[in-house]
């Protein structure tokens, strides 16, 4: 069974940093596109950063270009999401997800982080609070 658990949450201060992580089980992060998502109160699902499986490119959606950092460790078959300079409006409740599919064989990295359905196995989330 393919199963994803999201930790490193918590109450941040403007300016601070924190280090998300998401580990698989019953599957390998590696091998699919894998991205990082984030839902705040009465808005929808965006897509953060997302990692292509095909050859690795990146894409950071412009609000957090330059602060947040995505990177694998595939020996542990855990993804990561460094993030930095945070601000209040990065409050949310932060998901990792998989494209077990493989949705992303036609479509770039950018194309598969615009669509958050695209990607069919989801954590539950960890809550990322950014206030004094």
């Known amino acids: 069974q393919f199963r994803i658990v999201e930790s490193g949450g918590g109450l941040v201060q403007p300016g601070g940093s924190l280090r998300l992580s998401c580990a698989a089980s019953?599957?390998?992060?590696?091998?699919?596109?894998v991205g990082w998502f984030r839902q705040a109160p009465g808005k929808e699902r965006e897509g953060v950063s997302c990692?292509?499986?095909?050859?690795?490119?990146?894409y950071y959606g412009d609000s957090v270009t330059g602060r947040f950092t995505i990177s694998r460790d595939n020996a542990k078959s855990t993804l990561y999401l460094d993030i930095n300079s945070l601000k209040p409006e990065d409050t949310a409740v932060y998901y990792c997800?998989?494209?077990?599919?493989?949705?992303?064989?036609?479509?770039?990295?950018?194309?598969?982080?615009?669509?958050?359905?695209?990607?069919?196995?989801w954590g539950q989330g960890t809550q990322v609070t950014v206030s004094s």
């Open positions: 997800a998989a494209d077990v599919s493989r949705r992303s064989r036609f479509r770039s990295v950018r194309g598969m982080c615009d669509i958050p359905n695209l990607f069919d196995v």
């Open positions: 019953g599957f390998s992060l590696d091998s699919y596109t």
């Open positions: 990692l292509h499986s095909s050859d690795g490119t990146t």
